[in-house]
């Protein structure tokens, strides 16, 4: 008879090493969750604010149609990421005292994935549009292509490769 052992991250493997059930899990994970958004949060904030303030000034009116489009999508994308990364608030609200932790945070982990990949689309076309105004299009566009990489190095590719690379690596 073989014994395996528990998986990192499963309820057992919580019980064993945590000495935290399900339960207790679920409110340390949506903690750690509230935190990151914390974080996260008054950057986007503070974005979408000066985005909203920029249409009213004397440069707006000499914006290329690119760049007025540039403008748009970002403001669009920054008042989705608030939205989303507010969401888990408001769901936690919603939910309160329903018994309905471990669901709440499965979907607040998801609205976190969705609220960070739209962060991500509001950086780039921001910076799109200030290199465009700065450097013009040929320049933005190089300029974007780098950041997209080091995005995508930085937020994806690197986590998971190091995530990898370890053994028994698994979700908390």
Do not use: Y
Not at 87 to 103: E, I, Y
Request: charged share 15%.
């Amino acid at each position: 008879m073989t014994v395996t052992e528990p998986v990192i991250g499963s309820d057992h493997w919580n019980e064993q090493h945590r000495d935290e059930g399900p339960l207790c899990r679920a409110d340390r994970n949506f903690i750690e969750i509230l935190q990151e958004l914390r974080v996260v949060l008054t950057g986007v904030q503070i974005l979408f604010g000066f985005l909203l303030t920029a249409s009213f000034t004397e440069q707006f009116a000499q914006l290329t149609p690119l760049q007025r489009g540039l403008f748009v999508s970002t403001l669009l994308a920054a008042a989705l990421t608030s939205a989303l990364l507010v969401a888990p608030v408001a769901a936690h609200r919603a939910v309160f005292r329903l018994g309905r932790k471990p669901a709440l945070v499965h979907w607040a982990h998801r609205l976190t994935q969705c609220g960070l990949g739209s962060l991500a689309v509001t950086l780039v076309s921001g910076l799109g549009l200030v290199l465009d105004l700065a450097v013009g299009t040929p320049g933005a566009l190089a300029g974007v292509a780098g950041f997209v990489v080091v995005l995508a190095g930085l937020w994806v590719i690197g986590p998971v490769r190091r995530l990898r690379r370890e053994d028994g690596s698994a979700s908390s």
